[in-house]
């Protein structure tokens, strides 16, 4: 697809300047304070790492002292909360519901055939 449109495709890894991305890092969890734990969504667009490498990156930045990480929940339903070292604590993630499933019936009420209660 790359080469239909004129690009040419790396195989070669991205550079990343890592004392940029530290900051972007530290910054965002600084403005974050009180508010949900940054995505990682947002974190991808603050730091400009590629997608697969940012919990790489923050859990480097934590082994080094920079910021705190704290996780709670499963592998599948884990919220974390950060900051900076010393500085307050985001609040803990937040939590979407699935849109693939249908929202649960109340007790006490049975769902219709057709969807309705």
Same mark, same amino acid.
């Given at each position: 697809?790359?080469?239909?449109?004129?690009? +040419?495709? %790396?195989?070669? +890894?991205? %550079?990343?300047? $890592?004392? !940029?991305?530290?900051?972007? $890092?530290?910054?965002?969890?600084?403005? !974050? /304070?009180?508010?949900?734990?940054?995505?990682?969504? =947002?974190? &991808?667009?603050?730091?400009?790492?590629?997608?697969?490498? &940012?919990?790489?990156?923050? =859990?480097?930045? @934590?082994?080094?002292?920079?910021?705190? $990480?704290? =996780?709670?929940?499963?592998? &599948?339903? +884990?919220?974390?909360?950060?900051? &900076?070292?010393?500085?307050?604590? /985001?609040?803990?993630?937040?939590?979407?519901?699935?849109?693939? @499933?249908?929202?649960?019936?109340? =007790?006490?009420?049975?769902? %219709?055939?057709?969807?309705?209660?």
């Amino acid at each position: 697809m790359a080469a239909l449109l004129g690009d +040419r495709v %790396s195989r070669q +890894r991205r %550079s990343i300047d $890592v004392a !940029r991305a530290a900051m972007a $890092v530290a910054l965002l969890i600084e403005r !974050r /304070t009180g508010k949900p734990c940054p995505t990682l969504d =947002e974190l &991808v667009d603050y730091t400009t790492l590629p997608h697969r490498r &940012v919990w790489w990156f923050i =859990e480097r930045l @934590r082994e080094r002292g920079l910021i705190d $990480v704290e =996780e709670r929940g499963t592998h &599948v339903q +884990r919220q974390r909360r950060m900051r &900076v070292f010393c500085g307050d604590w /985001t609040d803990w993630t937040e939590r979407r519901p699935r849109r693939d @499933r249908p929202p649960e019936s109340c =007790e006490g009420e049975e769902a %219709s055939d057709d969807g309705h209660a």
